[in-house]
C-alpha cells in the first residue's frame, strides 16, 4: 500500500533499505543496532462508496508516523532495550546509569528517535557507528558514546558536535566535509554559554569545549587552536570541583580529559590540581571500566595519568629549588625519593632499558609484542621526561658544588637514595657506589633507549590509532615548545622527538 513504510524503524530513520530479514534486519545485525520490528499490516476495510483521496498537500502536512515512540536505539552487546524517557527529556535508565556510574561504558544510548530524531544526533550516530579500520571515535573518549542522549538540549553542544562529527568524516575519508561552515557558529554558541551563569559550568558546555577541541586536533595539525580548548576545558572541570564528577556523564568527561590536564601543568611547570587528594580519589581506576580487560586497560591509563601528576609535582619542585637556591638536604632527600618512586612505578610497565643498550648500539629495530602501542608510547615518554628532569636537578646540584664545598656530602647522599632505588628494581645499569657523572651517563643512555622503544611502539600506534597519535603528537610539540621558551631542563633528545612527530 503506497504511504505505509515496510522497512524497520532503525532503516527509516538512517534512510536505507531494510530487507526485513527475521528476527532482525541484516543492517541492524551489520551495525549491531537493536531491530524494533517492523509495522503490522493494516487491516483492510470495505469500502461502501467513494472514498476522496487526500491532497498531496495534506500528507505532506501529515507524515506517517515511521518510528514507534516505544523504540530504542542502543550499541550494545547485550542488545537491551532502554526504558521510555522521562518527562524532563532524558530516559530514566540513563537516570539509573548516572547515578551508578556505570554510564562511563563505550555503549551508545540514544533518546527516543521520535523526540529526538535530528541531523545531528543521525550524523553522530553514523560516526560512531563508523567500521573504516583504525578509525573510531570512541579513541576520544567514553564519554562521547553518551552525548546523543543530551544533544537537543544546548546549543554550544549541537553545534561543538556537528563540527566534531564533520572533521571526523573528512579525517576518515576523502570526502568533501564542509566543517569550517559549522566552526564560526560553534564558537560564538559556546561564548554564548560561557557567559550565561547557567550553563557555564554544565556538562554540556564542557563537553561541547572538549569537542571542539578535537575538531581542531583533527582539521589542522599545525594550528594551536586546540591547545586553548583544551586548557579552557581544564579549567572549567577544576572550577566544577571534585564532588560533580563522581559518577556517570560528568566523570567520564573528566577521565577524558586527565591526561590534557596533566600536560597543561607540565608545559605550565607548576602542579596538577589533579594531585589533590579530592581529585585523586574521583579519579580512582579501581571504578573504572566494564569488563576485566577493559577494567586492566582504563587502570593503566589513568595510573599513566597520576604519574604525569607527579612529574607536574616534581617539576615544580625542582623549578623551586634551582630559582631560590635552596639545597637543603631533607628538601633534596624528599625530592630524590618522589623521583626515585615515580621511576620504579613507570618500569613496571615497561622493558627494563638497562637490558636493552645494545638497540642504541647497534641501531636495529626493536620488536616488543603490546596491545596497547600507544601506551607505550606514552609510558615510555613519561620515563624518559622523569630522567631529564633528574639530569636537570643532577646538573644544578653539581653546579652548586662548584662553589659550595658541603654540597658533596649532599650529592653522595642524593646519589645514595637514587641508587637504592635503582637495587631495588633490580636495574643492570646502575649499581654500587657511583659517582655523579657514572650516574648522568647511564641516564642518557637510558634517554636514548627510551626514546627507540617509544619510536617503535609510536609507529605501530599511527595505524591503529591515529586520532590518538594526532593528540599525543600535538601535545609533545607544545611540550618542545614551551621548553624552548624557557630554556630550562632542555635536552637534545627533544630534538629527536619532535622529528619523530613531524614526519608521522
Avoid at 298 to 322: C, K, M, P, T
Wanted: hydrophobic share 40%; with cysteine.
Amino acid at each position: 500500500m503506497p504511504g505505509v513504510p515496510k522497512s524497520c524503524a532503525v532503516c527509516q530513520a538512517r534512510k536505507v533499505k531494510c530487507d526485513r530479514r527475521s528476527p532482525a534486519c541484516s543492517q541492524c545485525i551489520k551495525y549491531q543496532w537493536h531491530c524494533p520490528g517492523y509495522p503490522a499490516a493494516r487491516p483492510k476495510k470495505k469500502i461502501s462508496g467513494p472514498q476522496k483521496t487526500p491532497s498531496r498537500e495534506k500528507r505532506l502536512r501529515s507524515p506517517p508516523n515511521l518510528l514507534d515512540a516505544s523504540a530504542w536505539i542502543q550499541r550494545s552487546p547485550a542488545q537491551e532495550l532502554i526504558s521510555l524517557p522521562s518527562p524532563t527529556g532524558r530516559s530514566s535508565r540513563w537516570h539509573e546509569e548516572n547515578r551508578n556510574g556505570s554510564s562511563c561504558s563505550p555503549r551508545l544510548s540514544i533518546l527516543s528517535p521520535a523526540l529526538h530524531l535530528s541531523p545531528v544526533v543521525l550524523q553522530l550516530v553514523d560516526c560512531l557507528s563508523s567500521t573504516s579500520p583504525g578509525l573510531s571515535l570512541h579513541e576520544i573518549g567514553s564519554f562521547i558514546s553518551l552525548v546523543p542522549a543530551r544533544l537537543g538540549v544546548s546549543d554550544a553542544l549541537d553545534t561543538a558536535v556537528r563540527c566534531l562529527c564533520a572533521a571526523y568524516t573528512k579525517f576518515a575519508s576523502p570526502r568533501p566535509s564542509p566543517h569550517a561552515l559549522h566552526y564560526n557558529k560553534a564558537l560564538s554558541s559556546l561564548r554564548k554559554s560561557l557567559c550565561d551563569p547557567a550553563e557555564a559550568l554544565s556538562a554540556e558546555t564542557l563537553c561541547a569545549s572538549i569537542c571542539l577541541s578535537w575538531y581542531e586536533t583533527m582539521v589542522d595539525r599545525r594550528s594551536s587552536a586546540w591547545l586553548a580548548h583544551s586548557m579552557a576545558s581544564a579549567d572549567l572541570i577544576q572550577l566544577r570541583g571534585p564532588g560533580v564528577h563522581m559518577t556517570g556523564f560528568d566523570r567520564a568527561l573528566l577521565l577524558a580529559h586527565h591526561g590534557l590536564i596533566s600536560s597543561h601543568a607540565l608545559m605550565q611547570r607548576k602542579p596538577s590540581f589533579m594531585c589533590e587528594p579530592a581529585w585523586i580519589a574521583v579519579v580512582d581506576p579501581t571504578g573504572s571500566g566494564d569488563g576485566h580487560d577493559s577494567m586492566s586497560h582504563a587502570q593503566l591509563i589513568v595510573e599513566h595519568f597520576q604519574h604525569l601528576d607527579g612529574l607536574s609535582l616534581v617539576r615544580n619542585r625542582i623549578s623551586d629549588v634551582i630559582s631560590t637556591g635552596d639545597y637543603d638536604q631533607p628538601n633534596l632527600n624528599q625530592l630524590t625519593e618522589t623521583l626515585k618512586c615515580l621511576r620504579l612505578a613507570l618500569r613496571a610497565h615497561l622493558p627494563i632499558p638497562q637490558q636493552h643498550f645494545w638497540w642504541v648500539r647497534s641501531g636495529q629495530p626493536l620488536h616488543i609484542e603490546t596491545p596497547h602501542p600507544v601506551l607505550l608510547c606514552k609510558d615510555a615518554l613519561a620515563y624518559l621526561s622523569i630522567n631529564i628532569e633528574t639530569l636537570n636537578l643532577l646538573d644544578k646540584l653539581r653546579w652548586a658544588a662548584e662553589y659550595n664545598l658541603c654540597m658533596a656530602e649532599t650529592i653522595s647522599n642524593v646519589i645514595r637514595i637514587f641508587n637504592s632505588g635503582e637495587r631495588e628494581g633490580h636495574a643492570e645499569g646502575i649499581r654500587g657506589d657511583v659517582s655523579l657523572q657514572t650516574l648522568q651517563e647511564s641516564l642518557n643512555a637510558e634517554i636514548e633507549a627510551l626514546f627507540s622503544l617509544a619510536s617503535h611502539a609510536f609507529q605501530r600506534a599511527i595505524s591503529a590509532s591515529p586520532l590518538s597519535c594526532r593528540r599525543l603528537a600535538l601535545i609533545y610539540q607544545a611540550l618542545y615548545c614551551s621548553l624552548q621558551t624557557r630554556g630550562e631542563g632542555f635536552h637534545p633528545i627533544w630534538h629527536s622527538m619532535m622529528e619523530m612527530f613531524v614526519n608521522s
